[in-house]
Nanobody, 122 residues
Framework: QVQLVESGGGLVQAGGSLRLSCAAS????????MGWFRQAPGKEREFVAA????????FYADSLKGRFTTWRGSAKNTVYLQMNSLKPEDTAAYYC???????????????WGQGTQVTVSS
């Protein structure tokens, strides 16, 4: 079992920045990658970014690459999402997720955090 807790969300003006954190606990030795997702009211859940647990390789949604950055913390049990040049359309609940058995062909996330709200005002 893996527990995930997101933090760092809040209200920010357009053009500003936020850094989200996701702390993992429990059986973290089984995690092979961590992902970030977001969901705005009335919209489907959207992939944001991911980082592999072993070597820190990152993946990004094409529309967000260049503005968002994710990485593993030095403690090896925390991941971060740096969000720059925020736009009102970035407003959403942001979730971190953990995968314990993904492959190149198939990525499956088994555990999810409770989410943290990010609101960008114009």
């Amino acid at each position: 079992q893996v527990q995930l807790v997101e933090s760092g969300g809040g209200l920010v003006q357009a053009g500003g920045s936020l850094r989200l954190s996701c702390a993992a606990s429990g059986r973290t030795f089984s995690v092979d990658r961590m992902g970030w997702f977001r969901q705005a009211p009335g919209k489907e859940r959207e992939f944001v970014a991911a980082v592999t647990w072993s070597d820190g390789k990152t993946f990004y949604a094409d529309s967000l690459k260049g503005r968002f950055t994710t990485w593993r913390g030095s403690a090896k049990n925390t991941v971060y999402l740096q969000m720059n040049s925020l736009k009102p359309e970035d407003t959403a609940a942001y979730y971190c997720a953990a995968s314990t058995h993904s492959t190149v062909a198939v990525v499956r996330y088994d555990y999810w955090g409770q989410g943290t709200q990010v609101t960008v005002s114009s």
